[in-house]
């Protein structure tokens, strides 16, 4: 391809092209759903992503001679982005769509890669986002429905072009689903059956009038749980109880969960009906208009799936049945009412104990997509590791 041109998002049109560049090589694709172009927008100005206090970003639209858009990418520096094991600074590249042509992917890749160098980085883990690991995270590799909101969506040869450049897979993100008009497994009630003729356990799902109440439960199983665990950092109830205000206008109370001890939180179950289900209809906006229109159609057309954000069990009852209990309990109301699919954000295979856990919610359970985060060594005589398993 001759004379294409390579550019660098500096102005409003080309924020905007950059845009668009995603559609333009999706938009074949039946199954793909417009990401909404504020949440994109977002992860590029500084005044609404916080992770600019720990580095920077720069984007890149790629054109042909006629000036038809052929792909797009973004690279960052982030001081807080780091993995067990990593022995190099590693940068990131994100938001890469491009044609089905690998001269053009090595341009966009390349200046990505050079960027990236001269702010003294050695490796690039890609496509990642530059935030939060919930979103625009991997690239997919098997599955290739429509993709959850917040999650990266590509034709299979994006995973060719990356290779043949010279990336190399760091770990996959698997993400499972189930039907849910499916009864449970024998083996789920008999587990949970010990907790449920015991006196001492409850469960009961969020209510939207004490926000303030399950902010706190949730910060005390998450930091539990979680926190030290893959690079996740502990969480203050000030952070919870935000996001539970931003979910709060597409917040379902029936599918999410708590288990409590004596009524101190034991366990949580997070879910959100599917919300691409109904952005698909906006088309990637979301102002005044798209905002009623998101009303009306969130009123008249039922959402029939459900997606798994956050499943949590504190150390002392971890391998216990307390999840067959959460599980149990949470599938006496969600298979009833109008949700006949479910699907779990993705986990790393480098953390098999929770692989474990998921392959287990259902005899029905499937792995319904899975994405790849690769990494790219600039010194390419160096010894490549992929993601070292957690304890």
């Known amino acids: 391809m001759s004379q294409l041109q ?58 042909g001679p006629d000036g038809k858009l052929l ?52 490796a690039m883990d890609g496509p990642i986002n530059f935030g939060e690991r919930d ?3 991997g690239v997919e590799v098997e599955g290739f429905a429509p993709p959850l909101y917040g999650m990266n969506f590509n034709l299979p040869y994006y995973k060719d072009l990356l290779e043949q450049y010279g990336f190399r897979p760091f770990y996959n993100q698997v993400c499972f689903g189930m039907h849910l ?10 587990r949970a059956r010990p907790y449920q003729e015991d006196p001492a356990f409850s469960a009961r799902h969020i209510e939207k009038s004490k926000l303030e109440k399950y902010a706190v439960d949730f910060t005390t199983v998450y930091n539990a749980a979680w926190a030290g665990h893959g690079g996740l950092k502990e969480l203050k109830k000030e952070q919870v109880l935000l996001m539970f205000k931003k979910m709060k206008p597409v917040m379902d109370e029936r599918i999410i969960w708590f288990v409590y001890h004596h009524d101190k939180p034991a366990a949580i179950f997070v ?40 499943f949590g069990i504190i150390p002392e009852f971890q391998g216990k049945g307390l999840d ?16 006949l699919e479910y699907e ?43 993601h070292p398993v957690l304890a």
């Open 6 to 63: 390579l550019l660098e998002v500096t102005t409003p049109a080309l924020a905007q092209d950059f845009l668009m560049a995603n559609v333009a090589v999706n938009k074949e694709n039946p199954n793909y759903i417009r990401p909404l172009d504020k949440d994109v927008d977002d992860v590029f100005d500084p005044k609404k992503n916080k992770t600019y206090r720990f580095g920077e970003a720069a984007r890149w639209v790629l054109k």
């Open 71 to 122: 792909g797009r990418i973004a690279a960052f520096t982030n001081k807080k982005y780091k993995n067990k094991g990593d022995e190099v600074p590693v940068g990131g590249m994100g938001f890469f769509d491009c044609i089905n042509d690998q001269q053009a992917a090595d341009m966009l890749l390349d200046v990505a890669k050079h960027w990236l160098l001269q702010r003294g980085m050695e």
């Open 135 to 137: 979103r625009w995270w």
């Open 181 to 190: 008009k499916v009864p449970l497994t024998q083996k789920i009630h008999e």
């Open 271 to 310: 879910n959100l009906p599917d919300l691409n289900q109904w952005f698909r209809h906006l088309h990637g906006k979301f102002g005044l208009l798209q905002k009623l229109k998101f009303l009306w159609v969130k009123a008249t057309k039922k959402c029939t799936k459900a997606t798994g954000l956050v």
């Open 324 to 339: 067959a209990y959460l599980i149990a309990e949470t599938g006496k109301v969600i298979q009833h009412i109008e949700y």
């Open 344 to 386: 779990m954000q993705w986990i790393g295979d480098f953390n098999p104990k929770m692989i474990n856990v998921a392959k287990n919610i259902a005899d029905n359970t499937f792995v319904s997509r899975k994405l790849t985060t690769y990494r790219y060594l600039f010194d390419r005589t160096k010894e490549f590791k992929p």
